[in-house]
């Protein structure tokens, strides 16, 4: 059955998958065999959802909904209170400040997509003025710094489809940067992303997308630079970038996953939502100045919307440990 993207739906697949240990991947680089340990106990506090980004992602996909339910309607009091408390137990100041050592001692972990994600799960607790954020202080300022180790060697993009991509990760810093006030991180961020893509030409929007794909690198840098750029530079540089974007020919028709069973394969599902986000996105930089525009990209967005929720499957774990937040970004934006 294809989800309705209701708060409940979502939070109940969030809050089930950080709470479940197994099946977990760690990706780290092993310094010596003091690394050699069960997850729980090199990562206390993101160690469920299959893998340490992705138990960001749960975190984040708690935080939002309450943010945006303040009177539990959707949710309900009792569910709301078992997150409140869900989230109170495992943002715990003993095991954050485990989590700080683990990244001080291992840079790269991570970097740049789990910790651009964990700055966003940061900026909300900001938003909301929520007294978790007091705990998340010292692991937040680590990651700003791996983030911004990575930006010093950024010297070209990463145009991929998957963690590694560039664009992606900028955007989510950049977007905490201006929840936090950080110009000197916005202005570096908008430097670098004028840098990179500025001069893009005819984007390969029609090699899009390859078989693991859950981000479009042609979206996505659209979605930096709209951060960056206003509507009339936005719309001067996609008729040099990817003009098919401008008049709807693309992208038209969402993907389809050939097995929600397949972790990499249910990335596929993760892409209609990512590029119903970004849609989204683009489409509200063009609403005041460009309201064909705006139209055009919003109907692309609600094809791939609906797409994407009825490609998430709760039965199976390689897409549910992780879509609910991807198809939150969608039914209630970061960025309104």
């Not at 489409?283 to 967005?301: G, K, R, V």
Request: aromatic content about 8%.
């Amino acid at each position: 059955m294809a989800l309705q993207g209701t708060l409940r739906e979502l939070t109940e697949m969030a809050l089930a998958s950080i709470q479940r240990p197994y099946p977990f991947y760690h990706g780290q680089v092993y310094t010596s065999t003091a690394d050699v340990n069960i997850p729980g106990e090199l990562t206390p506090v993101f160690n469920g959802a299959f893998d340490w980004h992705s138990a960001v992602h749960g975190h984040w996909t708690l935080v939002r909904a309450l943010h945006v339910d303040p009177d539990r309607s959707e949710l309900g009091e009792d569910h709301a209170a078992q997150m409140e408390q869900a989230l109170d137990q495992s943002l715990n100041a003993e095991d954050l400040a485990r989590e700080v050592a683990y990244a001080e001692s291992h840079p790269g972990f991570e970097v740049p997509y789990g910790r651009a994600w964990l700055l966003t799960l940061c900026a909300e607790l900001r938003k909301m003025q929520h007294p978790l954020m007091d705990r998340l202080e010292d692991l937040e300022s680590e990651a700003q710094g791996a983030i911004i180790r990575w930006c010093k060697k950024l010297h070209r993009p990463v145009r991929s489809g998957q963690h590694d991509q560039s664009m992606y990760s900028l955007g989510h810093f950049f977007d905490w940067a201006t929840v936090a006030g950080d110009t000197t991180s916005t202005d570096r961020i908008r430097e670098i992303a004028l840098r990179h893509h500025a001069e893009d030409q005819h984007l390969p929007w029609h090699l899009e997308p390859s078989n693991h794909d859950f981000l479009s690198p042609t979206l996505e840098t659209v979605d930096l630079l709209r951060r960056v750029m206003s509507p009339a530079d936005l719309k001067t540089w996609l008729q040099q970038a990817a003009p098919a974007l401008l008049d709807g020919s693309w992208p038209t028709e969402p993907v389809t996953c050939p097995d929600p069973t397949d972790g990499k394969l249910a990335h596929l599902d993760g892409l209609n939502l990512s590029r119903a986000r970004a849609l989204q996105a683009i489409a509200l930089h063009f609403q005041t100045e460009e309201p064909d525009l705006h139209d055009t990209l919003n109907q692309q967005s609600a094809i791939h919307r609906q797409a994407g929720l009825q490609g998430i499957h709760p039965e199976h774990y390689a897409g549910s440990h992780w879509l609910a937040s991807f198809a939150l970004e969608v039914v209630h934006p970061r960025n309104v």
